[in-house]
């Protein structure tokens, strides 16, 4: 299984429901929801997709848990944007 963990620790902001990333090595800014900010906390340590989908499902109601796909889609931006990459 893969595992995820961030390149590094960016600087980043909460404002009200939303995060913002600022990757000080290319200056780009990502904008991440509550989910998504959640996400980016734990992945300062190894992460899977299932790992993160049992904590989403442990801290937010039903209705805003996000599926494995959603999951596996928001890795691959990170991993897009160079905030994360694969350990294994």
């Not at 961030?6 to 800014?29: A, F, P």
Request: aromatic share 10%; glycine share 4%.
């Amino acid at each position: 299984m893969k595992r995820y963990i961030q390149n590094k620790t960016y600087d980043v902001t909460r404002l009200d429901d939303e995060y913002v990333v600022l990757n000080t090595d290319n200056y780009t800014v990502t904008k991440l929801n509550g989910v998504g900010g959640f996400c980016w906390s734990l992945l300062h340590e190894e992460q899977t997709v299932d790992s993160l989908l049992e904590a989403i499902h442990k801290e937010f109601p039903e209705d805003e848990q996000p599926d494995e796909g959603e999951i596996e889609e928001f890795i691959m931006d990170l991993i897009q944007c160079e905030l994360v990459h694969h350990v294994s």
